[in-house]
């Protein structure tokens, strides 16, 4: 992969934010969005047939954050634009988390040479209808193959961790959901598994959904994350979902970072072998046995000792 | 138009559901929910997502040989005082677009009652000139005449806004609020009872015979399921013996002696008892 830095395209627009200026709007660029006024551009790239990739800041193995934040790294990504938060979280104060002033984030990153355009973000925790649209909104801007063409992006991705009875010392596997079967007849090859499930949607699901409902390809990616490790960074698990996504962008990335920090992990977690019952319960879980309340209790129990230390 | 929403003892939506049912009203449209509610499901099959579920707030219509009748049924109301608003204001234009001269919305009371008694059908008109009226539907009273009270009071979520809204619009309406007891405004099940009440004071102002066997027999079922709950939890002590005195004294119509406890202590009781009934099956109703 190219790792030079992009070079912005020349316009005066952008040579004002440069010097630090907020962008308020360009003649044929994102002023001409739907939700205009919820985006608080600092720069406007000029990007053509992007695909679009999202990652939350919570989830579960912090697979979504992590592969996010790999992706952005991996391709030198750039911010550029943030939505604003009033109308989405509540702006009435600031958390502190590790002794630090948290405010609530949605912001954009671009990488032209690739390219993409990765949102990282945390769920709005009010008018969900609104944010989603307005990502999709950008994401249709950015996909368009030609500025005058009502054309799409090239494919909106979600990544996720979903809990799983597996034991970590299994192959992640990844599960995937589509906008329509078209797109699942063009990227199927490359996830084999499909997902079913009924019940309450994830905030991705319904982004997934209403690009559907717009006719934006899109889909999710959930990676199994073993039910005890989901209050834990889960680096096999990130390690899956970028090297998932970046075959299916056509990216070469090299995963070596993310192999040493997953076989750091595992390091830890052999420790758990020393102890025979929590050994036994492993072996059950590899071989596709359930564990009964208690038992699960016990090995999250043992897993958070030996990880101590990992938030 | 009448308009029956989710609520305690979802008296409100099970009054306009019934209603519909008997009348066979057909759907006419829909308020878009995606502005409103949160998707309330999704089906996923086969890496398709074949559904996405959401609280439904639909249209009906129905012709009576001398009016035309709306009915809006709405499985949810929103969280959000604004888009409360939001919603009573589309309904209106709606109503108004139609040609709607009177809105009724059936909802629930909270008070002394004792699960046995009929529920009286408490009357909130939004405009004084209606108060004669409603004083003659039968089985209503007003918020002035209830025990204990005075003519203020508090009609809270769309079946009070949507009151006010029309206020502003010059449209008349009248909130109907069947009584609930108030031990059982936290329990997980409806309370047709009062359901009840509220349709034959519909069926009245409409001039309609309407057949609510179906209900009866719904609010018999849910009579021997309560004091069953009630045996229960006396059984098992968990019911303080000042609301199980309390309760028999409300059976026998007797007024409420809540004696010489404070507010504070009545307020903990009444506190205890919603938690018993959420303890029943873990669900809010």
């Not at chain 1, 990616?221 to 834990?232: G, N, Q």
């Not at chain 2, 579920?53 to 949810?76: A, I, W």
């Not at chain 2, 329990?187 to 009840?196: L, V």
């Not at chain 2, 034959?200 to 066997?213: A, M, Q, Y």
Request: with cysteine; proline share 6%.
């Amino acid at each position: 992969m190219n790792s030079s830095r992009v070079k912005p395209a020349m316009n005066p627009e952008a040579d004002r934010a440069a010097a630090g200026a907020p962008m308020q709007g360009g003649a044929q660029g994102f002023s001409s969005l739907r939700r205009a006024r919820l985006f608080r551009f600092t720069f406007e790239p000029r990007l053509k047939k992007s695909s679009f990739v999202v990652g939350w800041t919570k989830d579960t193995g912090a697979v979504s954050p992590l592969a996010a934040d790999h992706l952005i790294k991996a391709s030198g990504s750039n911010g550029f634009c943030q939505i604003e938060p009033a109308d989405f979280y509540p702006v009435g104060g600031v958390g502190v988390i590790d002794d630090v002033a948290r405010f609530p984030q949605s912001r954009f990153f671009y990488s032209e040479r690739n390219p993409v355009v990765i949102l990282r973000a945390d769920e709005p925790q009010s008018n969900r209808y609104e944010f989603l649209n307005a990502v999709l909104d950008l994401a249709e801007h950015y996909g368009k193959t030609d500025l005058r063409e009502p054309s799409q992006a090239e494919a909106l991705y979600t990544i996720n961790g979903i809990a799983a009875v597996t034991a970590h010392t299994t192959p992640r596997r990844v599960f995937a959901v589509f906008t329509d079967a078209a797109t699942q007849r063009k990227l199927q090859e490359r996830v084999p598994a499909n997902a079913n499930w009924q019940g309450p949607p994830h905030v991705s699901t319904y982004l997934l959904w209403l690009a559907g409902q717009r006719h934006l390809p899109g889909v999710s990616l959930w990676v199994e994350v073993p039910f005890y490790l989901s209050d834990y960074e889960d680096y096999p698990s990130v390690k899956a979902a970028v090297s998932l996504l970046s075959t299916m962008l056509g990216w070469d990335l090299d995963l070596g970072e993310m192999d040493r920090l997953a076989a750091e992990q595992n390091e830890k977690l052999a420790r758990l072998e020393d102890d025979p019952q929590i050994a036994e319960k492993l072996r059950a879980l590899e071989e596709g046995q359930s564990l009964d309340r208690e038992e699960q209790m016990e090995l999250i129990e043992a897993v958070g000792s030996v990880l101590k230390g990992s938030p | 138009m009448l308009c029956g929403w989710v609520g305690i003892g979802n008296v409100g939506l099970a009054a306009v559901s019934t209603l519909r049912r008997l009348l066979r009203a057909p759907e006419f449209g829909e308020i878009e929910p995606y502005e409103y509610f949160e998707p309330s499901r999704v089906v996923i099959r086969n890496g398709l997502i074949r559904q996405m579920r959401f609280p439904s707030t639909t249209f009906y219509s129905h012709r009576l040989p001398d009016r035309d009748l709306l009915l809006l049924v709405g499985e949810q109301q929103p969280a959000d005082e604004g888009k409360a608003y939001e919603m009573a204001s589309q309904v209106l234009d709606v109503a108004e677009r139609l040609g709607c001269r009177r809105i009724y919305t059936a909802a629930a009371s909270v008070t002394t009652i004792h699960h046995t008694a009929r529920p009286r059908v408490w009357a909130v008109p939004n405009t004084p000139a209606l108060l004669s009226e409603v004083r003659r539907y039968g089985n209503t009273i007003l918020m002035s005449e209830v025990d204990n009270t005075n003519s203020d009071g508090l009609i809270s979520g769309l079946n009070g806004v949507l009151l006010g809204v029309a206020k502003n619009r010059g449209i008349e309406a009248v909130c109907l609020m069947g009584e609930v007891p108030y031990y059982l405004q936290a329990a997980p099940w409806p309370y047709p009872k009062a359901s009840i009440s509220v349709l034959e004071v519909l069926g009245n102002i409409l001039r309609l015979p309407l057949d609510l066997s179906e209900l009866h027999e719904m609010a018999a079922k849910v009579e021997v399921n309560i004091e069953q709950t009630l045996d229960a939890l006396a059984t098992a002590e968990e019911l303080p013996e000042q609301v199980r005195m309390e309760m028999e004294r409300l059976r026998k119509g007797q007024p409420p002696d809540i004696g010489p406890i404070t507010e504070q202590e009545k307020r903990e009781i009444l506190e205890h008892i919603d938690e018993l009934f959420k303890g029943e099956t873990g669900n809010e109703s």
